[in-house]
């Protein structure tokens, strides 16, 4: 089994509201702990104090098995938590695609009465994504999405030493057509 490690799971704007939660829930528990809280709900705080900080702490990666299995897995201290199987039957093309991410955290109508000073929340990346593609570019199929250019890269290169899979630029119109 070969793996390789290459990114934080989340991206920028969930990894910020991750920590944000993660501090609000580290001052609550302060203030618990002195005001001398029922145990329960300090040790259920804790506990979700230690999720949030392993979500911060996730990271994504690939592995490759000795049949050539491909499965994108997730790790925590560099330990294998939990992997998905990539079916690759007749897929044996690899290309990365540059999308544009947007969010704007707008509120809904129903709860913005005050619209003119409703601050610009917008939030855009590039996402660098895996897919893999048949002979003729007609199915494709997602395997790992990146946020850093470097990082689709390297994984691109891991899947070219590690299988017997080719690059190719995405062509949909590449598929052999038939009239009716």
């Excluded at 007609?138 to 689709?152: A, D």
Aim: net charge positive; charged share 20%; with cysteine.
């Amino acid at each position: 089994m070969k793996k390789i490690i290459l990114e934080r799971n989340l991206d920028f704007n969930q990894f910020k509201n991750v920590f944000i939660l993660n501090f609000i829930c580290f001052f609550i528990l302060l203030m618990l702990i002195k005001s001398d809280a029922n145990p329960s709900i300090i040790n259920l705080l804790i506990f979700t104090l230690f999720l949030l900080v392993g979500l911060l702490l996730l990271r994504k990666g690939l592995v490759i098995e000795k049949n050539e299995q491909i499965r994108t897995a997730y790790f925590l201290f560099g330990m294998l938590l939990k992997t998905n199987i990539i079916e690759t039957k007749k897929m044996n093309i690899v290309s990365v695609l540059t999308f544009r991410k947007r969010s704007n955290y707008k509120y809904p109508k129903r709860w913005n009465s005050f619209n003119r000073w409703e601050p610009n929340l917008e939030y855009s990346a590039t996402s660098y994504q895996l897919y893999l593609l048949n002979e003729n570019h007609s199915v494709k199929r997602k395997l790992i999405s990146f946020m850093k250019e470097e990082n689709s890269i390297k994984a691109l290169n891991f899947l070219l030493q590690n299988t017997g899979m080719k690059v190719a630029v995405y062509n949909p119109n590449n598929s052999k057509k038939t009239s009716y």
